[in-house]
């Protein structure tokens, strides 16, 4: 069973700052498979990132996704402030499909 | 536009059983799977199963040992998630999305479940 560790579990940033959240798989996974949500509180989670690095129907393209093997990697290339929010990264290869615990991006 | 509404809030006794409906819209309903996803309270998200609303042929975590059912009405576009046993551990947030190949492109508005005598 793959398990996902994302880190770090806070980032605090100041819109229009570049992030970088991190995700590693407790061993080498498909990088078709691999999945960026975000979820603002009191919603549901919404479909960024798909296949390591495509993005979904209508995200920016502020928002992209890198990395192969166990390191996986979701970048916004300037923040704004709609982008705080929870992101958790997911493994859809095999099931069970796992998540990551979440980084929490706040605002400085 | 593609929607996926879930039924309301439930209170259930310890022991007693769950079912959680999902009613699609705006797409044929038996081209895509329907997945089941719930998060407790500051927990992360947990996979719990999937239907494939065309076949009807179903898959579990095996987390839950036994104690979901996913089934699906093609007429009424409508899947569910039973869930039986339930202890205090299984209070929270129930999702259903539907699923391409494993990744979520839509999600319904969540069904909160608590757990309590």
């Known amino acids: 069973e793959i398990v996902l560790t994302q880190s770090p579990g806070t980032l605090s940033l100041s819109p229009g700052e570049r992030a970088t959240l991190s995700c590693r798989a407790s061993q080498s996974v498909s990088s078709s498979h691999l999945a960026w949500y975000q979820q603002k509180p009191g919603q549901a989670p919404r479909l960024l990132i798909y296949?390591?690095?495509s993005r979904a129907s209508g995200i920016p393209d502020r928002f992209s996704g890198s990395g192969s093997g166990t390191d996986f990697t979701l970048t916004f290339s300037r923040l704004e402030p709609e982008d705080f929010a929870v992101y958790y990264c997911?493994?859809?290869?095999?099931?069970?499909?796992?998540f990551g615990q979440g980084t929490k991006l706040e605002i400085k | 536009q593609v929607q996926l509404v879930q039924s309301g809030a439930e209170v259930v006794k310890p022991g007693a059983s769950v079912k959680v409906s999902c009613k699609a819209s705006?797409?044929?309903?038996?081209?895509?799977?329907i997945h089941w996803v719930r998060q407790a309270p500051g927990q992360r998200l947990e996979w719990m199963g999937w239907i494939n609303a065309g076949q009807g042929d179903t898959k579990y975590s095996q987390n839950f040992r036994g104690r979901v059912t996913i089934t699906r009405d093609t007429s009424a576009t409508t899947a569910y998630m039973d869930l039986s046993s339930l202890r205090s551990e299984d209070t929270a947030v129930y999702y259903c999305t539907r699923g391409v190949g494993g990744r979520m492109e839509f999600w319904g508005q969540g069904t909160l479940v608590t757990v309590s005598s």
């Open positions: 296949g390591a690095s």
């Open positions: 997911q493994y859809y290869g095999s099931s069970p499909y796992a």
């Open positions: 705006g797409y044929t309903f038996t081209d895509y799977a």
